[in-house]
């Protein structure tokens, strides 16, 4: 791509196209780049822990699709269907899904269900339907890095962070949200709303039942909306059980409905980012009707529509895949965080998500941003894997890093535990006590600071790879 000055493109171009929302200068995507020139391949290499599922019940219903003798009988009529409402079968699969993955405590109404393009495009629709430019949305971080730009970008929505604390595992305190609310206020900004990622990303945690009947009394109370992203609802793996926000409001007497709009996805439930696959739920009309106008810029392929609704409706095959999804899950995550805990290394406790929290302060040369961009570097460039640091995701203490682990396969794993463990000093470190873990002063001691100086980034060796 050629490259004019900046002052050139200041006139030539839009705010939108000039701006850096778009974030993609984060050390969150430098990781993803920094794999893409030198990913890992184990022998195995699956992409995506429950693929074999899929693909073994695509061999057996190949009128799912178009694309096969069996089914290119519906082309014509699937490939000239471009209705921004959606095919009704896969809106009423859609709803269905969702159901199932909330126990069927819940029901939910295909005729509210509105297409986008992943959650990515799910996030913006209903920032453009909620907010005007220069409104503001809470968010309490850490949060996912790609929210900067899903939900500003474009829209010129501003985020306000809401901080949360290492002291009580990160969990959303009413004082902070109260404090971010009232300071935004008092600085003249109109604050729409309130964002959720539950289970979050990057803790790896879901809201428990009070905690989120607080949050929702919280909206009401000032009549702000309430966006509830809900993508990782079905990789919970361990107690406490997700509890959405949509069987909160059935319970909840006195709460404004027309403020609860869900966002979902198939990308991490079902592990289809490629097909993306967005949802916007919304209990309020006009959000729906306005939504499904704005489908448009974001309309989920016919042909991937029809094999959805194929997919999802195959009750049995659902409950086999999310069950065996949430174990395969559970498992991975034990292997991982408990090899990391021999080595001394702690990680937030956690029970959902494709990656979990990890805590290396005890790693930084000193408690400081600039400590863990530092550290952040040879962890990925020397050691070989590709975690977050804690400052992409608004973090507010240096020294938290997010691992993936749902893309790796056990090999994989101890072929990061391994570099992890020669990072820290192997056998010197001394293994802590499972019952009382404690951090060790020799972890940091047993550091090369050869590795901690900037330009000792050269990948020879491939990163561990794990993508969300
Ligand atoms: C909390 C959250 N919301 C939205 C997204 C975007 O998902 P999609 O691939 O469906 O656009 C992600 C992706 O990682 C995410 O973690």
């Given at each position: 791509m050629g490259s004019s000055s900046d002052d050139g493109n200041n006139n030539l171009l839009s705010k939108i196209a000039i701006s850096d929302q778009h974030a993609e200068n984060s050390p969150y995507f430098d990781g993803w780049k920094a794999y893409d020139s030198n990913p890992y391949h184990s022998?195995?290499?699956?992409?995506?822990?429950?693929f074999d599922l899929i693909e073994e019940w695509i061999k057996n219903n190949p009128t799912a699709s178009i694309c096969t003798s069996q089914g290119v009988g519906q082309f014509k009529d699937i490939a000239i269907f471009q209705d921004y409402h959606g095919l009704p079968q896969f809106r009423k699969a859609i709803a269905m899904f969702m159901e199932r993955v909330r126990g069927h405590r819940v029901s939910f109404d295909p005729d509210r269900v509105v297409m986008a393009g992943g959650a990515t495009g799910a996030n913006e629709l209903i920032m453009f339907c909620l907010a005007n430019p220069g409104d503001a949305f809470l968010v309490p971080s850490p949060y996912y890095p790609a929210f900067d730009r899903d939900l500003s970008w474009r829209t010129g929505v501003q985020l306000i962070p809401v901080h949360c604390h290492s002291s009580n595992d990160f969990k959303i305190t009413k004082q902070a949200l109260e404090e971010a609310y009232e300071n935004a206020i008092q600085s003249g900004i109109n604050v729409k709303g309130l964002l959720l990622a539950n289970p979050s990303n990057p803790l790896g945690t879901n809201l428990e039942t009070q905690h989120l009947k607080d949050l929702v009394n919280f909206i009401n109370e000032r009549q702000i909306h309430l966006v509830c992203d809900e993508i990782y609802s079905a990789t919970v793996f361990s107690q406490p059980d997700f509890v959405s926000v949509a069987e909160m409001i059935q319970e909840m007497e006195f709460v404004n409905r027309d403020l609860i709009h869900i966002v979902y996805s198939l990308s991490k439930d079902m592990g289809l980012p490629g097909f993306r696959v967005g949802i916007v739920y919304s209990y309020n009309d006009v959000v729906v009707s306005c939504g499904r106008k704005m489908s448009s810029f974001g309309l989920v392929s016919s042909q991937t529509q029809l094999f959805l609704a194929n997919l999802l409706s195959d009750q049995v095959f659902i409950d086999k895949f999310l069950a065996e999804s949430s174990k395969r899950l559970g498992a991975r995550h034990k292997i991982f965080t408990e090899g990391l805990e021999e080595i001394g290394i702690k990680c937030l406790k956690s029970n959902a998500g494709l990656f979990f929290w990890m805590d290396l302060r005890p790693l930084l040369k000193e408690s400081s941003f600039e400590a863990e961009m530092a550290l952040w570097r040879v962890i990925v460039h020397d050691v070989k894997l590709n975690v977050s640091p804690g400052s992409s995701f608004h973090c507010s203490e240096a020294g938290w890093f997010r691992v993936c682990f749902a893309n790796m396969d056990e090999e994989t794993v101890q072929v990061a535990l391994k570099r992890i463990r020669k990072f820290v000093g192997g056998k010197q470190v001394e293994v802590p006590k499972k019952s009382k873990l404690r951090w060790q002063k020799s972890l940091r001691l047993s550091f090369s600071s050869r590795l901690l100086e900037e330009g000792s980034m050269s990948p020879h060796s491939p990163l561990v790879r794990a993508r969300t």
């Open positions: 022998l195995k290499n699956p992409d995506g822990l429950s």
